[in-house]
């Protein structure tokens, strides 16, 4: 099996020009493409004011938006999977629906776009990527409104609104950073968030050598949500039993892995092996920040694959499906690094990887993928910026 790796001027010119044909008339369109932005390390600590290290990839989402004559607006979604149009009227089972309806209702309320229109979204991002895939579409499509619509708004007030869509819909898994990312100066390589005040930087490193795969076993999570927000509430009950032997402590935030380590005993297994997680996570943000400045990728790969250990460890977000493609990835040369997708509804893991290696290991893991589950992989590549 090659790598699937879409020609996105291709992609989104026969998408986008099929639209037009359909759809505009006499009106000249209004069009606008954003890359997309990964959360490599910090998942999960967001809810606990972390730190989030994020990777801008060369796959992207455009939008298109064109007067209508009717009173009514026509939204059409496409991915490179699927195409729907998304109905006002009914509540659908698909979350980019229901995400892009919240964000277009807040945007008229503020009147930053009119209320009738026709719009489409085109992305080269897959639903197996979770987060960033909503991100992407809505962060792209908030900006072609506000050009099409004339808006202006602070890039504050640009990651609020599209935060509370977010939150309205998914809840406490929103995640702030995928927004931050996007008000980074001129995007570089990875962009580190603290969201102790919504800080960001704009790391850079040469990854001319290396590519980005998305390994999805096409496998649904059933509950993600619910299961997301289990570890949520057990990390909250971390901070209040621990605020108990440290004044100060207003989250997991506030809490080192020594102190932790200290406190062993002092809070239910179960809960300390989740903020053992967050701590741990946020620590290693810090110290993949410092391999980024000195160039060390594969030091940095090596952190990703411990995070990859201690989410499935302490965390227990785990899949036979997740484990069986990471274990594997890793003892392949050419891969940098390999972790499992956090809140994605796809059962799916990222890789690092050599882009000389690129096929072979593509090739090998689909093999042994088949082999023992009897089903085939999708694996799609990218480029790190």
Not at 8 to 23: A, H, P, V, W
Not at 43 to 60: C, P, V
Not at 335 to 351: G, N, T
Request: aromatic share 10%; net charge neutral; glycine share 4%.
């Amino acid at each position: 099996m090659k790598v699937e790796n879409i020609d996105i001027t291709e992609f989104q010119k026969s998408k986008l020009q099929d639209f037009k044909d359909r759809f505009i008339e006499e009106t000249i369109p209004v069009q606008y493409s954003m890359p997309a932005a990964f959360v490599l390390l910090g998942d999960h600590t967001h809810y606990n004011e972390g730190l989030i290290l994020s990777a801008f990839l060369d796959r992207e989402t455009t939008v298109i938006f064109a007067e209508n004559n009717t009173d009514s607006t026509k939204m059409v979604f496409q991915d490179p999977d699927t195409e729907l149009e998304v109905d006002f009227e009914i509540t659908s089972e698909r979350i980019i629906s229901e995400l892009l309806k919240s964000l277009h209702a807040k945007l008229v309320r503020m009147r930053l776009l009119k209320s009738s229109y026709k719009c489409c979204i085109s992305t080269t991002l897959t639903l197996s990527m979770g987060l960033s895939y909503y991100s992407s579409i809505l962060q792209t499509f908030i900006e072609g409104a506000l050009k099409f619509g004339n808006g202006s708004i602070s890039p504050v007030q640009k990651v609020e609104i599209l935060y509370e869509a977010v939150y309205s819909v998914i809840g406490k898994i929103a995640n702030k950073a995928y927004f931050l990312n996007y008000i980074a100066e001129a995007p570089k390589s990875f962009v580190k968030t603290d969201l102790r005040g919504d800080k960001i930087e704009s790391l850079s490193a040469d990854l001319s050598k290396y590519s980005f795969l998305i390994i999805s076993s096409q496998n649904i999570i059933h509950n993600i949500k619910d299961t997301c927000n289990q570890r949520i509430d057990e990390c909250e009950v971390g901070v209040k039993g621990l605020k108990l032997y440290k004044w100060g402590i207003k989250s997991l935030r506030d809490i080192e892995s020594t102190f932790l380590t200290r406190h062993l005993n002092m809070i239910p297994r179960r809960v300390y092996n989740r903020v053992f997680y967050n701590v741990t996570e946020r620590e290693r943000v810090e110290m993949a920040s410092k391999y980024i400045y000195s160039n060390e990728i594969e030091e940095l790969g090596k952190l990703i694959n411990e995070s990859h250990n201690v989410l499935e460890d302490k965390y227990e977000l785990n899949y036979p499906e997740t484990t069986f493609l990471q274990k594997a990835a890793v003892k392949l040369k050419g891969v940098i690094a390999a972790k499992f997708i956090s809140c994605s509804p796809v059962k799916s893991i990222y890789a690092i990887v050599e882009t000389e290696s690129l096929d072979h290991v593509t090739e090998t893991l689909s093999k042994k993928y088949t082999e023992k589950y009897n089903k085939t992989l999708s694996v799609i590549a990218s480029g790190l910026l």
